[in-house]
């Protein structure tokens, strides 16, 4: 048996509360990460490479190179769900769960890192002026728009996703769960989910820095949760822009260990020595 399998509850416990204390002090620079070169939060035109309109309701799909950043910007209305997958390998693709569990936190934010199902890095939110999104509700299905909205045949972020994938043959197994930027989701005590808003500002954006060539795939339908009682998603845009090499102390591949560890994991596919 490994040392975590013999570890207690007590172990897990100090071992958490060292991580919150080493974030918290950590949380100036979180905060500031938006100011570091290479995240300008008004982009140059000259750094745009490609700018996409996704009508309310539905899809949008393309492949981030390795360095380059995917912001995607708020309509005014509300949620994007994405996902996102090694495109070189797409067998391999975003896991909600390592994401969170693995940094030890569900409301994650600039300086921190989306992780592959094999413990690799896809992207890292490099900025982020909204701050509320949900790593761990989901995206909206036929069900919750049936019980929303009296209507399961609206469009869906579960279709939507199942549709993008079959362009890259793939199928159903291949869409895991996904993350919804720009949605407000918290736990209560009772252990249910509740919205907690914080989503609805027009220009709020966040932005991906792609750590692989990253197959990523968003979908413009309103989270679950959202209590806004008609289906009127607004236009969001996704924009593709060409961002600058990481320094060596960049916060996103240093502000915690297993941040490290997971580029130790991903730079050698790409001759980088960790």
């Not at 750094?47 to 009508?55: A, F």
């Not at 890095?121 to 069900?143: E, K, N, Q, W, Y």
Request: a neutral charge; one cysteine or more.
């Amino acid at each position: 048996m490994t040392a975590l399998d013999q570890a207690t509850p007590e172990e897990f416990r100090r071992r958490y509360e060292a991580l919150q204390a080493g974030a918290r002090a950590k949380s100036p620079l979180l905060a500031k990460a938006g100011e570091f070169p290479g995240n300008p939060r008004v982009l140059d035109a000259r750094l745009t490479l490609r700018r996409e309109t996704i009508p309310g309701g539905w899809y949008w799909s393309t492949v981030v190179p390795r360095g380059q950043t995917l912001r995607i910007v708020n309509g005014g209305t509300g949620s994007v769900s994405a996902l996102f997958w090694n495109a070189d390998d797409t067998s391999e693709r975003y896991n909600a769960g390592d994401t969170v569990k693995v940094q030890w936190h569900s409301r994650l934010s600039r300086g921190r890192v989306l992780f592959s199902d094999m413990g690799r890095v896809l992207m890292s939110i490099t900025d982020d002026s909204c701050g509320r999104h949900d790593f761990i509700a989901g995206g909206s299905t036929p069900a919750s728009n049936g019980r929303k909205y009296g209507d399961p045949h609206l469009r869906n972020s579960r279709d939507n996703f199942r549709l993008a994938v079959g362009k890259y043959g793939m199928g159903v197994k291949d869409v895991p769960p996904c993350v919804t930027f720009f949605a407000g989701v918290s736990t209560a005590d009772d252990g249910r989910f509740q919205w907690t808003g914080g989503h609805d500002r027009a220009g709020d954006f966040v932005d991906l820095r792609a750590e692989m060539n990253v197959l990523a795939v968003l979908s413009n339908c309103p989270h679950p949760l959202d209590p806004s009682p008609g289906y009127a998603p607004a236009s969001v845009e996704a924009v593709v822009w060409r961002s600058s090499a990481p320094p060596p102390d960049d916060l996103c591949r240093t502000a915690t260990e297993e941040a490290v560890r997971g580029f130790e994991n991903t730079d050698p596919l790409f001759g980088d020595q960790a």
